[in-house]
């Protein structure tokens, strides 16, 4: 009789039909099933590949190219999206609007998911008074409402790509931080960590090295999740003009610019409206599909 | 219960300290004076002005004049509009912003709730799909597009409405609409979530199994669990809905406090910003704590602490 007869599992692992699927092929499968992740995930792919590729694409329009005599003109053969007052291709001002917004949304979350996993990470591992610290910290952030930081950020320091990029990263991590620390907490009881602890590891290396890859899924939802809300909040701030400076434009910047001569030519209000909320519409699918995937019984966050 | 009140309302005061000192530094650290946007002032001028704000002073000095008047919420004169108190100006742009903001969340409950208690019960009909595709388009058309939209639709094509100002009921429509669209969206996915679960749960097969009406076990049992992601979710809804009438209140010329601080960001006028912020951020807590109580009381499983 062995000391712990009760803990052996009831069926044999090699008795198990087919081959054991990982967390990932299991979650790949399901991804693939989803109906709307999928086009999702097309519509992203190849609005990006527009926008990295813009420059090269010899069928584009040079988007500053103005046409005084032309105007602005409704939406036709020649010109997809119609032009706008300076007789400016509104085809071409999306795509290279696309270029900023998706730049933006995606260096935005990478800062936010470098300074968000880190902060989670070291102070669910590290416990006590220091997490205690560090997610007090989180705490009162939260109580700001994170565009009154950016927009002082902004106006105070200066309205550069560069500052937007690290404003909207330094507002967005404190909901990674509050994921990963939680994710953190229970799996550092877990067995795995007390054996790597036994065969020597140092903590910055359970931390990084075995303790962040497994907080992975939770955090590739988030993190597809957050590039929508960054994306969102860039054009946000371009709109009210405190954020992507002229001559570069965002989709923001379009959308704003369209507004004020709304009246006259809608088509500039709507075609970028169109493409950055089918942007949106598009993460925010992804997301949803990829918490499916990855996380299934996770139903509470699931609205 | 009590004590669990005190003790967030005692975690106010360092909260509120910590923002005041960032928000504080940050200003008066930035380059740039509130006075140097102004061409061809004289240096006596610009010397005279900075005195009457006391910006002459040490910073460490300025600092603890501002906390001390901060206490009292006294933010002193607007640096754009000298003859203004910052004070005057939040207590009048925010009776616009709050109607205007509440609003948006009554109408924001009262659809969206009704919204995702029928998807539930409907749980994968076609109405249930229609409702949440239409819920997930609400979330993603941002207000600032969906803004000149409906000004589009229904005031320079259909003449219904005004297209601007604040001025009469009629004038409220499109920019409560505007701000409340997306929460409507969101309130309606929460809820939905959060009935699916609870009416999964026994308690609700053994109240079907002792044969109450299905209209008493969804709105009675059901729904008072239900919607408890919907409450938690009013806090961060708040936040939203004040940066949501930053766009709002200036697309449709809203004499509203995100105007002001718009406005005050560009002219950089240091004790308007500072004050609108502070302000935001004590009402925010002051909601936060609400919601929290609310909470407690809704569901007798979470203790205060």
């Known amino acids: ?303 | 219960m009590t004590a669990f009140v005190l003790r967030r309302l005692l975690l106010f005061v360092p909260t509120l300290w910590v923002i005041a000192t960032l928000t504080f530094f940050m200003v008066r650290l930035a380059p740039g004076g509130p006075f140097n946007a102004e061409r061809d002032i004289p240096q006596a001028a610009r010397e005279q002005l900075m005195r009457q704000y006391g910006l002459d002073r040490p910073l460490g000095e300025q600092y603890v004049t501002f906390l001390a008047n901060a206490v009292r919420l006294d933010f002193g004169p607007s640096y754009k509009f000298p003859t203004r108190q910052v004070r005057e100006i939040i207590a009048e742009g925010f009776r616009v912003s709050a109607e205007l903001g509440g609003w948006a969340l009554l109408v924001a409950v009262l659809l969206g709730v009704p919204i995702g208690v029928i998807a539930a019960l409907r749980q994968n009909s076609a109405l249930d799909a229609a409702a949440m595709a239409a819920a997930l388009a609400g979330v993603s058309v941002p207000n600032f597009v969906l803004g000149p939209l409906l000004v589009l639709v229904f005031s320079l094509t259909l003449y219904w409405l005004p297209p601007a100002l604040w001025q009469g009921p009629e004038s409220r429509v499109l920019p409560v609409l505007t701000l409340a669209t997306a929460y409507v969206a969101y309130v309606a996915r929460l809820t939905r979530a959060g009935m699916l679960e609870v009416l999964r749960q026994d308690f609700i097969r053994t109240a079907r199994a002792k044969g109450l009406p299905e209209r008493r076990v969804v709105f009675q049992h059901a729904l008072k669990l239900g919607v408890l992601p919907v409450v938690s979710y009013l806090g961060p809804a708040a936040a939203g809905l004040i940066m949501g009438s930053l766009v709002v209140e200036q697309i449709f010329a809203v004499p509203g406090l995100g105007r002001y601080l718009v406005n005050g960001a560009f002219n950089r006028d240091y004790t308007l910003v500072m004050g609108v912020v502070l302000f935001y951020a004590g009402f925010l807590m002051a909601l936060n704590l609400l919601v929290d109580v609310a909470y407690a009381w809704l569901d007798p499983r979470v203790e205060l602490r």
């Open chain 1, 1 to 303: 009789m062995s000391a712990l007869p009760l803990a052996r599992p009831a069926v044999e692992p090699d008795t198990a039909p087919g081959p054991p699927a990982s967390l990932w092929s299991d979650a790949w499968r399901r991804l693939r099933r989803n109906r709307v992740a999928v086009p999702a995930a097309f519509f992203l792919a190849f609005v990006s590949m527009l926008a990295l590729f813009a420059p090269w694409l010899s069928g584009l329009a040079d988007p500053a190219a103005q046409d005084l005599r032309l105007g602005a003109t409704w939406p036709s053969v020649a010109h997809w999206f119609g032009t706008d007052e300076l007789g400016r291709d509104a085809f071409a001002r999306v795509v290279y609007g696309g270029r900023i917004s998706l730049l933006v949304g995606l260096v935005g979350t990478l800062v936010s998911l470098v300074i968000g996993v880190s902060w989670g990470a070291v102070a669910g591992y590290a416990g006590g008074k220091l997490d205690e610290l560090m997610m007090r910290v989180v705490d009162v952030l939260y109580a700001l409402p994170n565009i009154f930081l950016v927009i002082l950020l902004l106006v105070f320091f200066s309205r550069s790509l560069l500052m937007l990029f690290v404003a909207l990263g330094l507002v967005q991590w404190l909901t990674m931080a509050r994921i990963v620390r939680g994710q953190v907490l229970s799996l550092k009881q877990q067995t795995f960590v007390e054996a790597a602890r036994a065969l020597g590891a140092t903590d910055p290396s359970i931390v990084f090295r075995h303790i962040v890859p497994n907080t992975l899924g939770p955090v590739i939802v988030y993190t597809t999740l957050t590039v929508p809300a960054v994306i969102l909040q860039e054009a946000f701030l371009s709109f009210l003009g405190l954020g992507v400076q002229p001559p570069a434009a965002s989709w923001g910047t379009l959308v704003s610019d369209g507004a004020r001569v709304l009246a006259l030519f809608p088509w500039l209000v709507l075609f970028p409206g169109l493409a950055l909320s089918l942007t949106l519409l598009a993460f925010n699918f992804l997301g949803d599909g990829l918490r499916d995937a990855l996380d299934p019984q996770d139903r509470r966050e699931s609205a």
